[in-house]
Structure formats: structure tokens, C-alpha cells
């Protein structure tokens, strides 16, 4: 796993929870519009349906709740940067748990309502600076919210990408915090200076080896929008696809991500 930088960006606390509710909040209205068949349509997830990533959703907010079930650790051991890297988990493991949940709620609307009423109700009476056991380590409350909302803004494409027609909307403020936290894990992966990659509006990161550049425009940029990087980020979508279809734009030597892509599974 790649050294984590120690001095990453800051969240603000309360925009980061107003954020996770939020989204989650725009999952559960699209959700409840979807019909029998939709939710049973294939998802770009192999060898999961619609109802099957929703109640994965569901589960990737209750990680919150089954942490908070835990003794807290008595220190801190990692940092927001070390969780990307502790994601690869057990997959069929995650894979069972998701359909056993899908099956034990038929009503993916009322399983979602209970989500979200559960979860605020942790986070009005815990602090953001208990701490968590995760598979990175243990973080505070207030930075594993931050990781909820790259799982939320995920897995909303996901949903999105699976259903025809289907608008979810983006939380302003999930959709930022997801997309810097996995600039930054690229800036960790790849640390460098010769390269400035752009994410307008949310993120700029320096990486890759080489030169640094210090002023004037860069030798190396990559630049693209926020949902087209999280796609490269967790493996959705392929370097060379994405600049063959001019959804992202890259200039300079340096300027090649393909080795460092995916950032996370």
C-alpha cells in the first residue's frame, strides 16, 4: 500500500454529514420510482441486479452504524489517504452479504427509509472525533463520512448507468468531496510534480515523477470532468477510452495516467 501524505486536505465536518444525507436521501427518491423490472436489470457490478446495488448502497451507509457497534480503538492509527488503498476486501464475501440483503427486503424503499432515520440519529449522539475501527485502520467519524460519500457517489452512477432514463442527482458537496478525496489518492500513488491534474471545479493535484513545475502552464495537464475521473478512478471507464472519446483531455509526455488507473476497485 502507498504511503499516505500525512498532511491531507481538510473536510468541513458539517458539510461532509449534510452531504451524505443528502445524497442518500436522492438515492431513496430514485429508487422509489423504480419498477419490478428495472430492479431487476444487470448492472455494470457482474453479476448484480438493480436491487441488489441498492441494498449495497444501503450497506456501504450501515458500515457507519456497524462500526459504531465496535469498542473504540484508543488511537488513531491511519489517515483519510489510507482508506482508498484498504478497499479490495473480500469481494464474494461483500457479494453475499449484498444479496442477503436484497432478499431479506423486499421493500428496498422502507429498508432505505430506516437507513437514513438510523443514521441520524447516530450522528446526532456521537461526536466526529470518535474513533472507528475500518479496514484502513481507525479513523474518526468525521473522516470515514468522507469516504461515505465516495461510496454514495459511485454507486449512484452505477444506479444511474443500470437504468435507462433514470436522473439521479448529485449532492454539490458529496460529488466535491468525492472527487478530491481520489485526486488525492492518485497525488499518493503517483507523487510527483511533472503533471497538474484538473478536476474543475473540485480538485487540483500535482503527481508523477519527473520535472516539477513551478510556473507558467505546465508541461504535462490532464484535465476532465468530475464524473468522467471518478469512472477512471474506480476502474468504470478506461484511459485510453475515455481520451479516445475526448472525455478527457491530455497534454505532454507525462501526461499518460493509464498505469496508475484505477485508483481503488
Known sequence: MPQAKKRARSYDAARTRTAVLAQLSNVRDAVRTLTPEQLSLPTRLEGWTVRDLVAHIGMAVTAVHRALDQPEPAKADAVLLDWPFGTSGNSAAIADFTRRLAADHPDLDAYLADVDASLRTLLDAHPGTRLLATGAGALSLDDYLVTRTVELVVHTDDLAAAVPGLDVPYDRQALAACTR????????????????VRVPPYAVVQCVEGPRHTRGTPPNVVETDPLTWIRLATGRLAWKAAVADARVSASGERADLGAYLPVMG
Open 181 to 196: 478525496l481520489l485526486a488525492d489518492t492518485l497525488a499518493v500513488k503517483a507523487p510527483g510534480g511533472s503533471t497538474e
